[in-house]
Nanobody, 120 residues
Framework: QVQLVESGGGSVQAGGSLRLSCAAS????????MGWYRRAPGNELELVAR???????NYADSVKGRFTISRDKTQNTMYLEMNSLKPEDTGVYYC??????????????WGQGTQVTVSS
């Protein structure tokens, strides 16, 4: 199987910064795209940022210019650098990965989520 573990969440004041990490492990042959999503209280899950295996990125309009997604393919790890945080960035952040497993299957996996709280 494949596991994704997020870390780096926490509580900060508006204007502050946090760096989230997502480490993938297990029966991984290769990872295609990876992404960060968030669910704010009372809201649906929304895309925050996504990065392909080639390094192409896309961001939600609400985070452009403030968040940066990156990945270390050698470590199967993805990062989300979050700057100029706003209270509306509060939520549970999840990472996902499109994995081609060692067993020959292509599956999407999710992490358990990490809480980000931004106070005004």
């Amino acid at each position: 199987q494949v596991q994704l573990v997020e870390s780096g969440g926490g509580s900060v004041q508006a204007g502050g910064s946090l760096r989230l990490s997502c480490a993938a492990s297990g029966s991984i042959f290769s990872i295609n795209a990876m992404g960060w999503y968030r669910r704010a209280p009372g809201n649906e899950l929304e895309l925050v940022a996504r990065i392909t295996s080639g390094g192409s990125t896309n961001y939600a309009d609400s985070v452009k210019g403030r968040f940066t997604i990156s990945r270390d393919k050698t470590q199967n790890t993805m990062y989300l650098e979050m700057n100029s945080l706003k209270p509306e960035d509060t939520g549970v952040y999840y990472c996902d990965a499109d994995v081609f497993t060692r067993y020959g299957s292509s599956l999407r996996f999710w992490g358990q989520g990490t809480q980000v709280t931004v106070s005004s």
